[in-house]
């Protein structure tokens, strides 16, 4: 246990945290809002806030403070915006799968890219310091366009594929789905109602629907349920989808169904299906609440909704199914109005609201006066968000201006098991809620108010989690979840199938220039003009004084004080392109670097291949040598060598032939000479060759014995290359 307060209490003593609090503490001129923010986010150890003094986002592994190493311990991570934000920001929210982070204010919305992760520690860029991720806006043509159009929520889109889908609500009634491939064009666009451009003249003057609380507040999206879409005829329905239906609760309490999915309409002429408003049972008289700001859909079995009211009331409503009474009541309503046949889908199963319990936290300290020892009453409101535990289903918390809570619906586990085993037919007991009072920033009614920046859980360093809250002046309050009541349910955050490569959509920046940005800061709304009146006017001591105060405002709301937003946007641009700089030419020396390694690399391989080449025509002679040699010394004989062998066979029968008519030729000269000889008188009387016959005999003669003669050396000569 002393291990686990160790770190506990080391947290605010770490660098990051100190750069943290000394530069947003010195930076007193910028405007602090009254109400809580999201700036703090936890991934099992991961820690992650947004530095809005230099627009950039800070990593911490909690981890690391169980290692020995001192400079280890401190190591943090900066990850810098390549278009940081020009507004203030608000929350800052993950996707799924970890890979966007959507950084968003109640003037624009941005989205980051998260690097890629390596090394030894499984650090981003494999533990560079400071590491540039590619950021892109999302609608920012829209918001540019409408200066009024404020965010009121924003969150991913369950339903994508690509986990590249942002659900946006505005103040002007409209739930936008835009695709990070296409920032600037919707996907669909729902309006919810009148939008509050509409019903008045002037954007800074109030709405009376605002007032009636007929605005959306907030939305969430439940489970995913199946919905037949309408062919082009709409006369027969088609294999069902899985749409997402959105949850959205309005200021007076009232709760609509938006039954939405990621599907784009090139046409523009989709249209969503709705339903509600929900029938909430049982009733009341003021709805539940006239001043709703904030809902949840809680990942139970069956489905918690919980929506929270500025004065600190909570409702706990299962969503199930309507009766047969209720249906018909809702039927009712519906046909009151004119179906509208351009929908999407068939129109969906009737869901009211069940509400279980209602709540009502404990924003300041109730005290009582000293001399009347009667309690203070105290009316202080804020908004109030909703943050769902990512450990415990059935357990979320409350972040306002005043403090956090913790709640816990013990009941959910009983509900589920009544609702999943067919057999039981006894309804569970009614067993109230957990609520926990963990930090209070406002403990009187007279206390200034000191808003929560961002709460989040650490898992893995000890059995139990822990809540890390990060207050108004940027120190962590780490406090530990009794493990009896929060338990582990084991579901994991991130799926377990890969997903499959895209291209980034956050090529594509979309960048005002920085001039044009502070001139647009620079501009003044209002003017001085020059007085001039009549000599004979007199004008008292007051109304010059009210004169001077006018003109002394205006020149202080229209120059110092735009001159100094300018300066300080100006000082931290510088911030962020020094940053930038300075990593960039880090980045560069690498890249040089590793240029040359690359080169070397190339070199030694370029002469390694000559020598795997020379080598290798070396080795193709040797065997086609060896190849030669062996089919020469083959038993057997060739095509050729045998029609040779044949050849030589009938030229030897020929020779054959030519000897016996040589040897006949032979006996017949032998036999005339004997007869010339025996009889000398009839050589005599014989008739005598000319001596031209006779040359002309020998020189046949001799040209036989020559052709013979050559043709025995031929025959003998190809005996000896045959081995016959």
Partial sequence: MASVDNWRTRLNDLKIFKELRENNSTDSKQKKKPYSKSLLKILDSDLYVWDGYASQLLNYDVKNLQLDSLEKKSRFQTLLCTDPPRYEIDSIEFNSTNSFLAVWGSSGVMVMEMPQRWGKYSEFEGGKPVVICKTTSVAEHYFASHKSVQILHVAWHPGSDTDSHLTILTSDNLLTTYDLKEPDIPIHSVKLGDSVQELTDSPNKPSYRAALGEVAASFDFGPSVELRRKNRLHSTLVNPDEVWPAYVVYGNGDVNIVYTDVTPDPTGMKRQSTQGPLLMHPPAEDNYGF?????????????????????????????????????????????????????????????????YESVELELSLTTSSVETDEYIEDTFTCPIKIIKDSVAPDRYHCMHSAGVHTIVLPWIQEYHKYFTDDQSDRVPEHEDCIVEHLICTKPLPSS?????????????????????????????????????????????????????????????????????????????????????????????????????????????????????????????????????????????????????????????????????????????????????????????????????????????????VYKRSLEQLKIKQDYQRRQIAQTPNRLLSSPILKPGQLKQIKDVLKQEGDDLGEMLQKVNALKLEAGV
Avoid at 310 to 317: A, S, V, W
Avoid at 323 to 337: I, K, M
Avoid at 549 to 578: D, G, H, S
Avoid at 618 to 642: C, G, H, K, N
């Fill in 291 to 355: 001043d709703a700001c904030s809902i949840a859909i809680l990942a139970t079995s069956p489905p918690v909704l919980v929506m929270a009211t500025r004065d600190g009331k909570l409702h706990h409503c299962l969503v199930m199914q309507s009766d047969l009474r209720d249906t018909t009541l809702q039927s009712e309503s519906h046909s009151e109005s004119s179906i509208d046949s351009s929908l999407l889908y068939e129109t969906p199963e009737e869901v009211s609201l069940y509400v």
């Fill in 448 to 656: 200034p108010v000191a808003p929560v920046l961002g709460l989040g859980l650490v898992k893995g360093l000890s059995v139990e989690p822990y809540l890390l809250t990060l207050t108004s002046d940027y120190e962590l309050v780490s406090l530990p979840l009794c493990p009896s009541r929060y338990r582990d349910s084991g579901d994991t955050l991130h799926s377990s199938e890969n997903p499959e490569a895209i291209e980034s959509p956050l090529r594509r920046l979309n960048r005002e220039p920085f001039d044009v940005y502070i001139k647009k800061i620079l501009q003044r709304n209002v003017t001085n003009p020059k007085i001039k009146f009549d000599k004979k006017t007199e004008i008292s001591q007051q109304e010059c004084f009210q004169l001077l105060t006018r003109t002394t405002q205006v020149f202080r709301e229209e120059y110092l004080l735009k001159q100094e937003q300018a300066q300080q946007e100006i000082q931290k641009r510088v911030r962020i392109l020094r940053s930038l700089r300075s990593q960039q030419e880090e980045d560069i020396a690498n890249l040089q670097e590793s240029r040359n390694k690359v080169r070397d690399m190339a070199e030694n391989l370029a002469t390694k291949y000559s020598d795997c080449q020379d080598k290798q025509e070396e080795i193709l002679q040797r065997i086609e040598d060896v190849m030669r040699r062996l089919q020469e010394r083959m038993p057997s004989m060739s095509e050729a060598e045998r029609g040779m062998k044949r050849e030589l066979e009938t030229m030897e029968e020929q020779l054959e």
